[in-house]
């Protein structure tokens, strides 16, 4: 596939006013709101453009699973520090894509800007995005950002770009910055209720602590700890005698990765269940008052909650807002996703601006109509 | 050198007795200057080649007289810069002869440190350093760190995304500021970000930052705040060649090293700075090296190992490892202060601040040594070298018949190799007034276009400080015109005047 053809679909769509659904691998179908237009897609269009390890940038084109992407970054001992979710299994959910698919594309990627356990210590994942080639809804090609660390020449268009669930523009190729992967990495175990995990959690963050990843299920902290080895080891013996098991051997390792990778995926049972919703919160917010806890992630930041008839939504984004943040409608039946909206409401200024900007990128309001807010 | 002139070209027809009256019932008499003399100390930033005196200052203590001050321009129709402390160095925060400085100065007050939260709530008109001051009793601070942080303020910090010398391994602006609060020029208040991740909707809050005061006022900031390491150590290296200093600076990368600070600075810059700060740099050095590990004692000196193992083998020539604090700042004094040092032997110098990708250092500082010759000015050279950020220093004499304009056209040759060597005009400076032209290189019309169409989704009677950032498309093609770059013409869409 050439960027010709996908240049030439969305001129199209756009010429005879056609709604389009941009879809990678189709990964992430169940997030966000509706799901509208013909399919567009764009998984053809894949492959590495350019990768400098010295340079700490990969470009790659949209349809490039992460999966093959990371497995060349492995190989210069580099990583996506943002650790996105493939979603390439089984899923205890019905969160991923079919058994046997490639799992989620870097296009995707950026465009859902979902970001994995390493989110609170290294970043969102528009804080590595550089660059972004976009075919915007009337067909013409833009070039935003580029290669280099530091670009402040015209608006930070490309990070605008993540997260905006392809409503902008089809994010053909984008650039990313890379970082090394750690030199040494430990998982402790504790035993921790949920008040006091949320308090060692901010505790923690608040020292010059390697803390790369934490998540709390059922009475259970796991944390993980990342950087140079020296680090790890004198992290490991000051959080010492709360560690339940400390894994040395290198079987124990993999079983940390591994553990690491079902929360990453979302594969872990803590993520099981028809309706989930994901709050992000202070880290040091108090717990909100819901029931159905199934997991805190990011520090505190992120935690998420099971949920069951849709009366209790506005329960739930009420108690999200007064703890000083915002509520998602994660996983649940797209029919009630449509109905409620996936995401917490903007204000009505807020949304009056979303809608301009739209208009500027997507005048016909063609390119994936309701997947992020029902008006855009 | 033909030059277009660089004040902004657009025209209002402000009506000074009714803009003066109408700012009157909104601010009091000490919150308005409307008299010349008072104007005069506003009629630039930091980057003092270009003036402009506006028809008033407003010095606004609440919120509600910024949206005050914003309704009343956007009902009259006259433009607005927005000022925080004046150190810009691109001309952002230069007057429009028709419009009104507003100025947060007084928006000075940090309104909350929450020490377990890890993050600070400032108004715009705070400086950048003394919200690390307010942190540190918590063991905490905030990252991004300019020169300038002593006198800087964290709303120009938002409009600038400004940088600094530790932004590779910590991050710009855009990383470490969570939410802002905006007035928008129809007086309209907007909260974007929030203390929670991933706020909902388009991350307007990375559009906003680095924006250059053109999408809306900023009246709040909150930033985050990262724990102090326990220990910082800097290597300072010598290198007999600058290339030789390039390729140590791919090595310590290619190695897994995201070091706290990677600088490098020339003969010229070491040779302008070493008299003044006394820092203990080898003035035999073509280049040097500074760079810095932070973190755990255990792990500092891991790092410290490995940089100097790296920086051996890339051939430095000599090597030197902080021992203690005072020493580390010491070495660090001398960078700090490269833009002051070489203040001191010239009457005026011209910072630029083109990004390149490392790899290309070498190639970058063999031209602008071709270009002293062909302008006949000298240039001394620090670089972020880190994150391939340099800024050449050219030196120059206002005094002397056309060296300002040969200056000028040396910085433009700059900013448009560096975007020929795959870079950008500026990586934490801002467009402002000064490289406007230079974006019709960067960019092409399509690109150009969205970014005007942008502006408009935000303010679109183009109010907000008009005539920067982003240039008109008759600019670019007027620029373009007399700039032909291999015989093709940028705009060839445009119709030619």
């Known amino acids: ?376 | 050198m033909n030059t277009i002139m660089l004040t902004t070209e657009t025209t209002f027809q402000t009506d000074r007795q009714a803009l003066a009256a109408r700012l009157k019932l909104i601010l009091p008499a000490h919150c308005l200057l409307l008299d010349e003399e008072d104007l005069r100390p506003y009629e630039c930033d930091g980057l003092t080649a270009y003036r402009e005196l506006p028809m008033a200052v407003c010095l606004p203590e609440t919120e509600g007289q910024v949206v005050d001050i914003l309704r009343a321009c956007h009902q009259l129709g006259v433009p607005v810069v927005a000022r925080g402390a004046g150190t810009g160095l691109s001309g952002g925060a230069m007057p429009h002869a028709q419009g009104v400085v507003l100025s947060l100065a007084r928006f000075n007050k940090i309104l909350r440190v929450d020490r377990e939260a890890r993050l600070a709530v400032v108004q715009p008109g705070v400086r950048n350093l003394a919200v690390s001051e307010a942190a540190a009793p918590f063991g905490l601070y905030y990252a991004p760190d300019p020169s300038s942080q002593i006198a800087c303020t964290l709303g120009g910090n938002v409009a600038e995304n400004s940088g600094g010398v530790h932004c590779l391994k910590y991050g710009l602006t855009v990383h470490n500021v969570l939410r802002v609060r905006v007035v928008s020029i129809e007086g309209e208040v907007f909260e974007i970000g929030s203390e929670a991740p991933d706020a909902p909707g388009y991350d307007l809050l990375a559009l906003m930052i680095g924006s250059e005061g053109m999408l809306g006022v900023v009246t709040e900031v909150t930033v985050k705040l990262v724990p102090k390491p326990e220990l910082a150590q800097v290597v300072m290296a010598s290198f007999a060649d600058v290339s030789k200093a390039g390729d140590a600076v791919a090595a310590i990368i290619a190695a897994g090293i995201i070091p706290a600070g990677l600088e490098m600075m020339d003969k010229a810059a070491t040779a302008a700075v070493e008299p003044y700060v006394k820092a203990g740099y080898d003035l035999n050095a073509a280049a040097i090296l500074l760079c810095e590990s932070d973190g755990t004692p255990e792990e500092v000196a891991e790092e410290i190992a490995r940089v100097t193992e790296v920086l051996t083998s890339a051939g430095a020539s000599d090597l030197r490892v902080s021992q203690s604090e005072a020493e580390r700042l010491r070495f660090w004094a001398g960078r700090k202060a490269a833009f002051p040092a070489v203040g001191r032997i010239t009457p005026d110098y011209y910072c630029m601040d083109g990004t390149i990708p490392r790899k290309r250092l070498a190639e970058m500082l063999a031209a602008i040594s071709e270009m002293e010759k062909k302008y006949s000015l000298r240039c001394a050279n620090v670089f972020h070298a880190g994150d391939g950020n340099l800024h050449p220093l050219i030196m120059y004499d206002t005094a002397k018949p056309g060296e300002w304009a040969r200056a000028e056209a040396f910085g433009a040759e700059i900013l448009e190799l560096s975007v020929a060597l795959g870079g950008s005009i500026t990586g934490e400076h801002g467009v402002g007034i000064e490289k406007i032209n230079q974006m019709c290189v960067q960019y092409k019309t399509p690109e150009l276009a969205a970014f005007h169409r942008i502006k408009a989704a935000f303010d679109d009677r183009g109010l907000l400080n008009p005539g920067k950032a982003v240039p008109s498309l008759h600019r670019c093609a007027e620029y373009g015109r007399m700039h032909v770059h291999h015989g093709d013409t940028k705009f060839p869409e445009l119709e030619r005047f």
């Open chain 1, 1 to 376: 596939m050439r960027l010709d053809d996908l240049v030439s679909a969305i001129q199209a769509a756009h010429a005879s006013q056609t709604q389009l659904r941009i879809r990678g691998a189709g990964s992430k179908d169940f997030y966000g709101g509706m799901l509208a237009g013909e399919v567009l897609n764009v998984a053809g269009y894949r492959g590495i453009v350019a990768y400098e390890p010295t340079e700490l940038y990969v470009t790659a084109k949209c349809g490039t699973p992460l999966a093959e992407l990371e497995a060349v970054l492995a190989e210069k001992g580099q990583m996506l520090a943002f650790e996105p979710p493939q979603f390439s299994g089984a899923s205890i959910g019905s969160a991923g894509a079919s058994v046997g698919s490639s799992g989620a594309t870097v296009g995707g990627c950026v465009a859902a800007g979902l970001a994995g356990p390493r989110r609170q210590q290294a970043g969102a994942v528009r804080d590595f995005v550089l660059g972004v080639k976009l075919i915007d809804g009337t067909g013409q090609v833009l070039d935003f950002g580029g290669q280099v660390m530091k670009n402040v020449a015209g608006y930070d268009v490309s990070r605008l770009l993540a997260g905006s669930l392809g409503t902008l523009g089809l994010l053909a190729e984008v650039t990313l910055k890379v970082l090394p992967k750690p030199l040494a990495e430990q998982t402790l175990v504790f035993a921790m209720s949920e008040v006091e995990a949320i308090a060692r959690l901010n505790e923690w963050g608040g020292q010059p602590l390697p803390i790369s990843a934490s998540f709390w299920h059922d009475g259970q902290l796991w944390l993980r700890l990342a950087g140079a080895r020296a680090a790890v080891a004198a992290a490991c013996s000051k959080l010492g005698g709360k560690a339940m098991t400390l894994e040395t051997t290198a079987g124990a390792a993999v079983n940390a990765q591994k553990h690491w990778i079902s929360m990453r995926e979302q594969t872990h049972p803590a993520f099981a269940g028809d309706i989930l919703w994901r709050l992000a919160l202070p880290t040091n917010a108090k717990p909100p008052g819901l029931d159905g806890l199934r997991a805190i992630e990011w520090g505190g930041a992120l935690r998420w909650y099971a949920g069951e008839a849709s009366e209790i939504r506005e329960a739930v984004r009420g108690a999200a807002a007064r703890a000083g943040g915002h509520a998602m409608l994660y996983r649940a039946p797209e029919s009630l996703r449509c109905l409620e909206g996936a995401f917490a409401p903007l204000s009505p200024a807020l949304l009056a601006l979303h809608r301009r900007l739209k208009k500027s990128f997507d005048p016909q309001g063609i390119l994936n109509p309701g997947r992020l807010y029902a008006e855009l």
